[in-house]
């Protein structure tokens, strides 16, 4: 089977810098994606990651260490509009390619 | 260029009766994922439709059950509904080959069983 951990909520300030971190075990690893849902949202795609190292999308980066099964977002410039849950994922590499996501955190971004 | 669209938007049952949820994947799109998302949950794969054909299934009960059409389109079918079914009802769509390539979300069905 798979699980992901990821911390449940997390709050910061606007202009700030902010880490979400992802640990996950998986019976076969095709990659760690990133999603982003706001309240009563759509999740939408952040990042994939299937290698080692770091993938830098504008203000989002994503981070992925195989070895460690560890990866993380990070955000910079928060902004208001950031506040919203950010959820890591993988595919399920036993049974085929559905993607199975974390419970997700919640960050908050304040004035 | 349509994305995902869901319909309804809102439903609400009560205990035991039966429901339907569609789903119309991103043009281009051939495979249709369909999950539950409990309130401060992550989304729970139910299952994976492609060629007209349940893929994979998770961890739910028969009482789930599903159909895609040759368009590509898709029900969720949920029997004899219980009060832990209330939840926001997702479908995603992608291509068959390219899973490593992101998933596209609707904005989903609010569903409350009464």
């Known amino acids: 089977g798979q699980s992901l951990e990821q911390p449940s909520e997390v709050t910061a300030v606007e202009g700030a810098i902010v880490q979400i971190n992802c640990t996950y075990q998986?019976?076969?690893?095709?990659?760690l994606s990133w999603y982003q849902q706001h309240d009563g949202g759509a999740p939408t795609f952040l990042s994939y990651?299937?290698?080692?190292g770091l993938e830098e999308t504008g203000r989002f980066s994503s981070f992925l260490s195989r070895s460690d099964s560890y990866g993380y977002l990070l955000l910079q410039e928060l902004q208001m509009k950031d506040s919203a849950s950010y959820f890591c994922?993988?595919?399920?590499?036993?049974?085929?390619?559905?993607?199975?996501f974390g419970k997700g955190t919640t960050l908050s971004v304040s004035s | 260029d349509a994305g995902v669209t869901q319909s309804p938007t809102h439903l609400i049952k009560t205990r035991g009766q039966q429901v339907t949820l569609r789903c119309s994947p991103k043009?281009?799109?051939?495979?249709v994922s369909w999950y539950q998302q409990a309130l401060g949950q992550g989304p729970q794969f139910i299952f994976q439709?492609?060629?007209?054909?349940?893929?994979q299934r998770g961890n739910f009960p028969d009482r789930f059950s599903g159909h895609q059409f040759p368009n590509y389109s898709s029900e969720l079918n949920v029997n004899a509904l219980l009060l832990g079914d209330s939840a926001l009802y997702l479908c995603?769509?992608?291509?068959?080959?390219?899973?490593?390539?992101?998933?596209?979300f609707g904005s989903g069905t609010q569903l409350s069983v009464l």
């Open positions: 995603a769509s992608s291509v068959i080959g390219r899973e490593n390539e992101k998933l596209f």
């Open positions: 998986t019976s076969g690893f095709y990659g």
């Open positions: 990651n299937a290698l080692d």
């Open positions: 994922a993988v595919r399920d590499g036993q049974a085929g390619t559905a993607l199975i």
């Open positions: 043009s281009g799109h051939d495979t």
């Open positions: 439709y492609y060629e007209e054909e349940e893929r």
